[in-house]
């Protein structure tokens, strides 16, 4: 197992990394920051060692486990500061009988699930390797294969909530798994809405011709989906409420008690806790439905998934030869209100027009979407820039602080743009890699 390594240096320090050795968990001395899975053990925790956990993991790919030896205190409140550097857990070594275990169960249950998240079953479908994304991720790949917790979905529109709801069906481990059943809450007609969730009885109503088996019965043993759940009326989610939370139901028009057991997972884009405190959402439906939450960043809080999320789209349209550098930067540039749907939209949109195995060129992109020509030169003097200038003048920052800080904020984001591809991302400077590479040296002796 690899590690990051230990900033704690008392004899403690060395009997948890001792007692870690033995099982196989090496903890080297230096901190070189490899592998992702890091074990930090710390004697004290100050601004150095959350600044060192930050660090560590800055890029949402590692997970760190710190472990705080024996006789030092951990107070609660720098547990939660860890937790908000990036940690994944902290450990603290004397209050469990066998914390080396406690450790390495952790380590194991981290490394299988980053072994899913390299799965095909998740890399074929879904796209992002922004930390915001992947944070979020690898929570929901846990979910799905480990527990078998109810789960509500929440985001923007087109977010990819339906998406994750179908990649929790499928690493769901049960053997000889139902179907996954998806019910669009606004699409219910409330007159036959008892009829669709729970089935009906043959003559139960006008028109009831044949005996119908609703959503509940048909996700026995599998995932029921409700999509849109915020949609739901107040009367039924009462109605609902029952076989949720018991697991029993009768078809409308029957007497009979049917048993169904299924995963049940939600998706909404509204905020229902404060549809609770309006009263239109039922507390005690939220948290059936609710036993974990995840929550799907926009497209805005993950602007670095844009490109290879619309290579994915151009690539299932044949168009796999990437985007000329204009066509990336009109991509990269423009707000995407409806989130990777969007985006993948006007991504089909050029890709089809497009011919040849080369890129993606700017005469592929549809009139009604170029930029319009003041567009290109707006940020010199958008509001955004000329705010960030006064601020730094009114901070009394001279013209080469704010020039070196305008200058290293591009290199960082156009680096982060291309996932660290130096060459890349030099192009779009219009630099030279060499000159890149010189300026990166220099901001991490700077930082
Ligand atoms: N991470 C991703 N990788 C690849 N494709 C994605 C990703 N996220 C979303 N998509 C695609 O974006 C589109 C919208 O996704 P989806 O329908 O799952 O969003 P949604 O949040 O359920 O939307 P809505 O709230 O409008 O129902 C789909 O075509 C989906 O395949």
Same mark, same amino acid.
């Given at each position: 197992m690899r590690c990051l390594g230990a900033s704690g240096e008392s004899r403690a320090a060395q009997v948890v990394c001792d007692a870690l050795a033995g099982e196989g968990v090496m903890v080297p001395e230096s901190a070189p920051a490899v592998g992702r899975i890091g074990v930090v053990v710390v004697d004290t925790i100050t601004e150095r060692e959350v600044a060192f956990v930050r660090a560590a993991a800055a890029d949402g790919e590692r997970r760190v486990l710190v472990v705080v030896p024996a006789g030092s205190s951990v107070d609660v409140d720098a547990s939660w500061q860890l937790m908000s550097a990036g940690a994944a857990d902290v450990i603290?070594?004397?209050?469990?009988?066998d914390p080396a275990s406690d450790a390495v169960e952790r380590l194991r249950r981290w490394q299988q699930v980053d072994a899913l998240m390299d799965s095909g079953v998740v890399t074929e479908e879904l796209v992002g390797r922004s930390p915001a994304w992947r944070r979020v991720l690898r929570q929901i790949v846990e979910i799905a294969h480990f527990t078998t917790l109810s789960l509500l979905i929440t985001g923007e529109?087109?977010?990819?909530k339906e998406l994750v709801a179908r990649l929790v069906h499928a690493l769901d481990?049960?053997?000889d798994k139902g179907d996954l059943v998806v019910l669009?809450?606004?699409?219910? *007609?409330p007159s036959l809405s008892g009829s669709e969730f729970f089935g009906h009885e043959r003559?139960?109503?006008?028109?009831? *011709?044949a005996q119908r088996v609703g959503a509940f019965g048909q996700a026995d043993g599998g995932t029921l989906f409700l999509d849109? *759940?915020?949609?739901?009326p107040l009367q039924l989610q009462a109605e609902l409420l029952r076989v949720i939370q018991e697991g029993t139901y009768k078809r409308v028009g029957g007497n009979t008690w049917h048993r169904t057991t299924f995963r049940l997972i939600c998706a909404t884009n509204r905020n229902l806790l404060d549809e609770e405190r309006r009263g239109t959402f039922r507390r005690d439906f939220y948290h059936r439905i609710a036993a974990w939450r995840c929550a799907l960043p926009s497209l805005r809080e993950r602007a670095r998934d844009i490109l290879p999320l619309a290579e994915h789209f151009a690539a299932l349209q044949e168009a796999a030869g990437g985007f000329d550098p204009a066509v990336s930067a009109l991509l990269t540039g423009r707000p995407y209100p409806g989130n990777v749907r969007d985006l993948r939209t006007l991504v089909e949109r050029i890709a089809q027009r497009h011919v040849g195995p080369g890129p993606i060129t700017v005469?592929?992109?549809?009139d009604d979407e170029r930029p319009p020509d003041d567009t290109r030169e707006a940020w010199r003097t958008g509001h955004a820039f000329e705010g960030a200038v006064m601020q730094a003048l009114a901070g009394g920052a001279s013209l080469k602080e704010i020039g070196d800080v305008a200058r290293d904020t591009a290199v960082r984001m156009a680096v982060a743009q291309e996932d660290g591809n130096l060459r890349r991302a030099a192009r779009i400077l219009t630099v030279s890699e060499r000159a890149l590479q010189l300026r990166r040296a220099a901001q991490l002796q700077e930082g």
């Open positions: 603290a070594w004397d209050r469990s009988e529109s087109g977010t990819g481990p049960r053997p669009d809450c606004t699409t219910v *007609v003559g139960a109503f006008t028109g009831a *011709v849109e *759940v915020g949609e739901l005469g592929d992109v549809p």
